[in-house]
């Protein structure tokens, strides 16, 4: 009787062990997915304004939570996320002074359906516009 009571006790504990670890690596790989993905985002746009002086700026925004539904966990003390909603939304700016990073916080404030915002949104294309006042 001891035997089986310390086989059972053996597997639980293993189960648990193995359940634990799953779940702890699917973790890990989507966070690391999404810190990786926002990484290479954010450097391309910097890349972009800094490599080609003809450019003001250039931003990437997508919906809330369209990445992977867990802005409100984000790490906001960078400049890739809003600090107050965690969403990921970069900004590349040189206005004469070499690149400058920023993060937008256009999408969610009102007016959030200027054409810069609502065309690329509602159209998947891209769109191209004059410099204006966007640094907010």
């Given amino acids: 009787m001891a035997f089986a009571a310390s086989v059972l006790a053996s597997v639980l504990v ?6 634990i670890s799953h779940f702890v690596d ?8 999404r810190e990786l993905t ?3 985002a954010a450097e391309v746009l910097y890349q972009f304004v800094d490599g080609e002086p003809i450019f003001a700026g250039a931003w990437f925004v997508v919906e809330a939570n369209a990445l992977d539904g867990n802005d409100a966990n984000v790490e906001r003390d ?5 600090p107050d909603t965690g ?4 900004y590349v700016y ?3 002074n070499g690149a400058q990073c920023h993060h ?3 999408a969610d404030a009102e007016g959030a359906q200027s054409d810069y915002y609502r065309v690329p949104l509602t159209s998947g294309q ?3 516009m004059n410099p204006g006042p966007l640094f907010d």
């Fill in 94 to 96: 040189n206005f004469g």
């Fill in 14 to 19: 293993i189960a648990s062990i193995l359940i």
């Fill in 87 to 90: 969403h990921f939304r970069p």
């Fill in 126 to 128: 891209p769109y191209v």
């Fill in 38 to 40: 926002e990484t290479a």
């Fill in 26 to 33: 699917a973790t890990v790989a989507r966070l690391t997915t």
């Fill in 78 to 82: 960078g400049w890739l996320a809003h």
């Fill in 104 to 106: 937008l916080t256009f």
